[in-house]
Nanobody, 115 residues
Framework: QVQLVESGGGLVQAGGSLRLSCVAS????????MGWYRQAPGKQRELVAV???????NYADYVKERFTISRDNAKNTVYLQMNSLNAEDTAVYFC?????????WGQGTQVTVSS
């Protein structure tokens, strides 16, 4: 089992920045993919960015050039640096981890961008 704890969400003005963190614990030595998804009210959960254990990253088109995903394997932590935030980025952001071919989700952290 893998447990995930997210932090870093909050309220920010449009144009501002936030940094999300997600720490994995438990059976972490089989973690492959780590990343972030988000879900806005009334919408489906969608990919934001993911990174593999080999450092390959994949971003949703709407966050390219604004968000950066990074990972510290020694700390079992994945980060999401979010810049130039706008109201459309308001959502609950979920940490996503794949380990032993199983998917694990964090509890979610709220990001609210005021315009």
């Amino acid at each position: 089992q893998v447990q995930l704890v997210e932090s870093g969400g909050g309220l920010v003005q449009a144009g501002g920045s936030l940094r999300l963190s997600c720490v994995a614990s438990g059976s972490t030595f089989r973690i492959n993919t780590m990343g972030w998804y988000r879900q806005a009210p009334g919408k489906q959960r969608e990919l934001v960015a993911v990174t593999s254990s080999g450092g390959i990253t994949n971003y949703a088109d709407y966050v390219k050039e604004r968000f950066t995903i990074s990972r510290d394997n020694a700390k079992n932590t994945v980060y999401l640096q979010m810049n130039s935030l706008n109201a459309e980025d308001t959502a609950v952001y979920f940490c996503h981890v794949v380990a032993y071919s199983r998917v694990y989700w964090g509890q979610g952290t709220q990001v609210t961008v005021s315009s």
